[in-house]
């Protein structure tokens, strides 16, 4: 009887895997809040995502984690109004509202904040949030440049306070299944991943309305970007504008290499180098991110990852682990699978195997349970800041049309 392992058995052995619990800080355990004591969450960013993301991902476990918004901040006033009328209606109190972030942080009625602000306002917010020694939240991508990142990094560190990052993917259970099948080895030597995420048009062009100048507080909008005359297809449509994003690289990018690094165990790219530039959507609203993009990474494990974009057409969508004993098919991120065709000896049987779910608490959930435990979030600011580094690296090559290299004792970008 031939009782060598199969390809099936490792992916079952895997599926049952666990992951080593992460000791907490004394700073962060000297903060763990009662069993009974409410915690005071403040909402930073009221918009789509904030509304429809933060505050809907965190009502359905409000009642058992015993938390509840207690002020919303926004400098636009129909969002912000909309946001405390959830708060309203959910918990009957009248949250307080805020144009400007640094007030909502000083409420001593906050304990913990949820940022989704806009991408050029992450890493401002979350310093201000860590100086103050609150919980957070942090939209991805977390930084649009090396310098604020760092300075970001180091002010949480510093401050001991609870992060996770927006980067939901990875507390997925079919992406922690995939992690686990990683780890066997079943891929044999991993040589390449990569991603096509594509859509007829700019995602940014569905977020464009009217929004009355006298409704938003354009100053605080703008924050440290030079004071320009108010747009409102600039407000609203700001995903498009490289003032306030770098678009699909970190947009929809950032998504995919924090799960490479989840999954494979990678840390930081070596090298990056990448293209792109408006070739499909050149129209009335000048919208300055590219709507085609391709990055290349090199990691100094020994892989290359590619990412791309066509945002002129939305057909070959793919994400691949190229293994040469199998690849992983995770474009359908719910029912990623292990197929041995085009890779391995000549003449070996194709098998297709699914990758068995390993069981993850929510995203949401997960953070609203390091509130108290203190343990460290599935997307924790180290995460955060691998992710952040390789999209920053992407975009300043692509931008300058050079390789550039990461230096991870400096923690600097540099052409290389």
């Known amino acids: 009887m031939d009782t060598k392992p199969t390809r099936r058995d490792f992916l079952k052995a895997a599926s049952v895997a666990g992951s080593a619990a992460v000791a907490m800080s004394a700073k962060s355990y000297a903060r763990v809040v009662g069993a009974n004591d409410r915690i005071g969450l403040g909402m930073i960013g009221c918009g789509d995502r904030g509304r429809g993301a933060h505050m809907t991902g965190v009502h359905p476990h409000d009642k058992a984690q015993n938390v509840e918004f207690r002020a919303v901040c926004d400098v636009w006033s129909v969002v912000r109004e909309e946001a405390a009328k959830m708060a309203k209606d959910w918990y009957g109190i009248e949250a307080k509202q805020y144009t400007n972030y640094q007030e909502l942080i000083n409420n001593p009625d906050v304990d913990a904040v949820m940022i989704a602000s806009c991408d050029h306002q992450h ?218 065709d085009g890779a391995g000896k000549p003449g070996v049987k194709n098998e297709v195997t699914k990758v068995e779910h390993v069981e993850m608490p929510d995203h949401m959930l997960d953070w609203l349970q390091c509130l108290r435990t203190r343990k460290t979030p599935n997307a924790s600011m180290d995460a955060g800041y691998q992710h952040a580094v390789a999209v920053v690296m992407a975009m300043m090559a692509l931008d300058s049309g050079k390789r550039m290299v990461f230096d991870p004792e400096k923690r600097e970008v540099r052409e290389g």
């Open 123 to 340: 890493t401002r917010h979350l310093e201000a949030a860590a100086k103050a020694g609150k919980d957070a939240y942090c939209e991805k991508p977390l930084s649009m440049d090396i310098e604020s990142l760092n300075v970001a990094y180091d002010a949480v560190k510093e401050s001991g306070i609870i992060v996770q990052i927006g980067t939901q993917l990875r507390s997925l259970p079919s992406m922690t299944g995939a992690r686990e099948v990683f780890k066997t080895g079943v891929l044999g030597k991993v040589g390449r991943v990569e991603q096509m995420r594509n859509d007829p048009r700019p995602y940014w062009y569905s977020r464009v309305k009217e929004a009355r100048e006298q409704d938003v507080d354009w100053k605080e909008f703008l924050m440290y970007r030079p004071m320009r005359p108010y747009n409102s297809v600039h407000f609203t449509g700001w995903y498009g504008y490289r003032d306030f994003s770098d678009g699909t690289v970190p947009g929809f990018g950032s998504h995919f290499i924090d799960l490479v690094h989840y999954i494979t165990g990678a840390k930081f790219p070596h090298s990056a180098v990448g293209l792109g530039g408006t070739y499909t959507w050149d129209d009335e609203y000048k919208f300055t991110c590219p709507d085609h993009a391709q990055v290349l990474w090199t990691y100094p494990e020994g892989f290359m990852v590619s990412y791309s974009t066509n945002f002129g057409n939305g057909s070959g969508d793919s994400f691949k682990i190229f293994g040469n004993e199998a690849s992983m098919d995770l474009v359908d991120w719910d029912n990623p699978f292990v197929y041995t």
